[in-house]
């Protein structure tokens, strides 16, 4: 089996830290997303990876050859962003030889077995039930439980099950021919070559595929979102610093994730707090947020912030989205 990551994205939601780091690798409860999600594939058995780069895709190749290097990993340039179906057509070639494949997009953290996931037996689809399908791609079932039929964002949803990013395919001929056929055809769905148009032709020809329902996933693309996930990993076991050291005249208010090499005096800092190494905070209150590596605070009241790596903030009392080498003096 082979995993597949789309990380071509240019993460306009998150600017203004995606002009200089992927979102892929913003750090939520002590690491970058994409690690949660290469961990949890390697637990599963998963060794060979795909992964679709684009915008600042020699960052994420650089990180994952240094962090993970246990993997098998290819790469693949995506020159122009038309959906996701296009995403793993770019990657055809890489996909010929495998006899399954997992397609996990690579902004997302996910709340599901993966061990499972892995093994099912007949092709499957990461679903959850909302309360609003129309802004996700939506399958239906049939009678006997099986996908029926998959529809990206429809107007009038005739299911509330959301397709979550979770993908496993183990008909690749099947799947190859049918993002051949879309895009050589020209296909388009919201203007773009969609993945639930592929896997709807492959229905249509006869190719079975399971829903595996998901107890939940979050789409780390917003400012909220990613602070929401942040604060949910800290509280749950594993995810939050234990034995944190002592620093002059501060207090910790647990759950926190402090990297290493951190200088912090006179602050209070937590709850639901990641701070990425060698960062320097001073006469500061810091809750709700995540503080990037090598970010200097100081005499500020921070909450509900994301400030990126190398930023610089003195004076001030409010939430902000700092992107990475800012600097704000309001003094």
Known sequence: MKALIPVAGAGTHLRPHTYTQPKPLIPVAGKPIISYIIDELVAAGVKDFVFVIGHLGEKIRDYV???????????VHQNSRQGLGHAVWTAREELKTADEVFIVLGDTIFD??????????????????VEDPRN???????????????????????????????????????????????????IKTLDEYQL?????????????????????WFDCGQKDVLLETNAMLLKRS????????FYENTIIIHPVNIGKGCRITNSI?????TIGENAKIDYSVVKDSIIGSYASIEEVVLHHSVVGSDASIKG????????????????
């Open 112 to 129: 599901v077995d993966f061990e499972m996931m892995v093994n099912e037996t007949v092709s499957c689809l990461g679903v959850k039930k």
């Open 316 to 331: 001030l009392s409010q939430s902000l989205n700092i992107g990475d080498n800012t600097e704000i003096d309001f003094s």
């Open 196 to 216: 639930t148009d592929a896997i709807m032709r492959m229905i249509e020809q006869g190719v079975p595929f399971k829903p595996c329902t998901v107890k939940n």
């Open 136 to 186: 996700f791609g939506v399958a239906e079932l049939n009678a006997e439980g099986m996908v029926s039929r998959v529809i990206e964002k429809p107007r009038i949803p005739k299911s509330n099950l959301a397709l979550v990013g979770l993908y496993k395919c183990r008909e690749i001929p099947q799947l190859l021919d049918a993002l051949d056929y879309i895009v050589k055809n020209e």
């Open 269 to 273: 800092i937590g709850p639901s707090v």
């Open 65 to 75: 050859q240094a962090k993970h290097p246990e993997i098998r990993q290819e790469y």
């Open 238 to 245: 594993g995810f939050a610093s234990q034995d944190t050291p």
